[in-house]
């Protein structure tokens, strides 16, 4: 069973940044497509960013592209580097898995998730 697990979240002044980790507990990290999704208060669910199995190929939301970056490694980790922070990012941000797909845009696409990181941006 796959778990993964965040880090990384705080709070940081509008223009400020943070680096968010996700650890997975598996050795066949590679054969998942990864995302991070957020989710603020009274909001639905939505993907930030997105990476392929292999790290080959990314997604950003439109909301976040040029801002954050999504990357990987081949043993475990996962990470979100956020730059230039606004106070509409704060969310609680989660790391997700998907088992069936080379990369994965869709919520319904991932079975494994993590609990998630709060981020909170201040103006």
């Known amino acids: 069973q796959l778990q993964l697990a965040e880090s990384g979240g705080a709070s940081v002044q509008t223009g400020g940044s943070l680096r968010l980790s996700c650890a997975a507990s598996?050795?066949?990290?590679?054969?998942?497509?990864m995302g991070w999704f957020r989710q603020a208060p009274g909001k639905e669910r939505e993907l930030v960013a997105a990476?392929?199995?292999?790290?080959?190929?990314t997604f950003y939301a439109d909301s976040v592209k040029g801002r954050f970056t999504i990357s990987r490694d081949a043993r475990n980790t996962m990470w979100l580097q956020m730059n230039s922070l606004k106070p509409e990012d704060t969310a609680v941000y989660s790391c997700?898995?998907?088992?069936?797909?080379?990369?994965?845009?869709?919520?319904?696409?991932?079975?494994?998730w993590g609990r998630g990181t709060q981020v909170t941006v201040s103006s």
């Open positions: 997700a898995a998907a088992r069936d797909y080379g990369s994965a845009y869709r919520l319904s696409d991932y079975d494994y």
């Open positions: 990476i392929s199995r292999r790290g080959g190929n």
């Open positions: 598996i050795r066949t990290f590679m054969d998942y497509a």
